[in-house]
C-alpha cells in the first residue's frame, strides 16, 4: 500500500471548467514528488484536493490504508506550505510555529521542545520572537516549513513554495528542502512550474498538461524518454529540436526540404510514409565537415553562455538551436551536423506519442 493514492480524481469547478480529468497516482512511502507543468494545467487543485481545500467531483484518495476524500482538511494529517508562506503577521515566529499544536491540545512543555528542534534544524534560534514582518523572504519560508514540519503530518504538501525567493535564494532553499525532507523521511507532493527546480528535487516527476497526466518518472526517464511531444518540449533548455519528416523505408527520414538522414532502423512501431517528428536535444547536436547521414544546418544568431554555446538558426525551414562547448564565428552560416543515432527521438506527427524505444 502507498502512501498516497489518486484513482481517477475529476474536479470540475461550479462554472464547468474541468481543473482535473481523470487524475491517477501512487506515491511510495518517503517519496519525494514533483508536480510540474504550465501555469493553469491544474497543479494547485490537485494538491488542494489532496488537503481537502477542495472538494473532488468523482473518484478517490487515500492516505496510507484510509480513503480521505470525504474527510475534512483538519483529519487528514497533512502539512501545506504556501508560496505566500501565509503566517499570522501579528505572532512570533514561535507561535507561528507552535499554532497547530495549541489547536490540538499539545502541553506547553511539548511544544516548547518540537518548536525549538525544527528551530535549530531550520536555523531560527535566534530569530523565534521576532514577528514576521522583521524576517527576510528565506526566513519567512523557513517559518513556513517549520510550522509544517512540527506537526510530524504523514504527508507535505508544498505549492511553488520558492517562487517568491530570489535566484540564489530559490537555489539554497531548494537545497534544504531537499535535506529537511530525506532526514525527515516524510512522503512529499510538491508543486512548480520550474522545470530545473522540478528535475532537481524529484525522485519522481508528474508532468501534467490541461488536467492530465502527461507522464510519470523519474528525471532521467521523463528527460533521456520523452513520451510525449509536450513532456520534450517542456524537458531542456533550449529545448528538444522537433523536426517534421516522413519515414522512407525503415533507416531514413525525409526532412520537409527534401534532405535524407540516415538513422537506426526501425522497428515495427512506425511505417514506411509514416509523418513524424525528429527530436534532437541541443546538446546532442554537433557541427562538423565531415560524414554521410548529415543535417544541413543554417546558422543565425549564437549565445554567449560561458561554459558553453548556444547557436539558434534553421533545419529545412524549422527553427534549430544547439548548444556547443566551442564555436568560432564563420565566414559562412552554412554548416551540416551530426548527432548520435542513440539519442534521436520519435514522435507521431499526429497524437505526439513517441513511437521509438
Ligand atoms: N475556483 C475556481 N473556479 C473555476 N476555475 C478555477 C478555479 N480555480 C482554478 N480554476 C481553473 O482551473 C485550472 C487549473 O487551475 P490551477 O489548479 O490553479 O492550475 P496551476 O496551479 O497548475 O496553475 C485553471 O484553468 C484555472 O483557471
Ligand atoms: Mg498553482
Known sequence: MGALKLDNVVK?????????KG???????????VLVGPSGCGKSTTLRSIAGLESITSGEIHIADERVDELPPAKR????????????????????????LKNRGYSAADIAEKVNAAAKMLELTDYLQRKPGQLSGGQRQRVAMGRAMVRQPKLFLF??????????????????????QRSLGTTSVFVTHDQVEAMTLADRLVIMNKGEIEQVGTPKEVY?????????KFLGSPAMNLLPATLVGKNQLKLDDGQLIAIPDQEDAVQDGQRLYLGLRPENVSLTNE????????????EELGATQLLHGEVANTPFSLNLSQFDQHETEHFSLTFDPQQIHLFDYETGERVNA
Open 23 to 33: 487524475i491517477s497516482l501512487d506515491i511510495n512511502e518517503g517519496e519525494f514528488l
Open 12 to 20: 470540475t469547478y461550479a462554472n464547468g471548467h474541468q481543473a482535473m
Open 159 to 180: 505549492d511553488e513554495p520558492l517562487s517568491n525567493l530570489d535566484a540564489s535564494l530559490r537555489l539554497q532553499m531548494r537545497l534544504e528542502i531537499k535535506r529537511l
Open 291 to 302: 560524414g554521410n547521414g548529415l543535417i544541413n544546418f543554417v546558422a543565425k544568431v549564437s
Open 77 to 100: 494529517d497533512i502539512a501545506m506550505v504556501f508560496q505566500n508562506y501565509a503566517l499570522y503577521p501579528h505572532m512570533t515566529v514561535y507561535n507561528n510555529m507552535a499554532y497547530g
Open 224 to 232: 533521456h524518454k520523452p513520451q510525449t511531444t509536450f513532456v520534450a
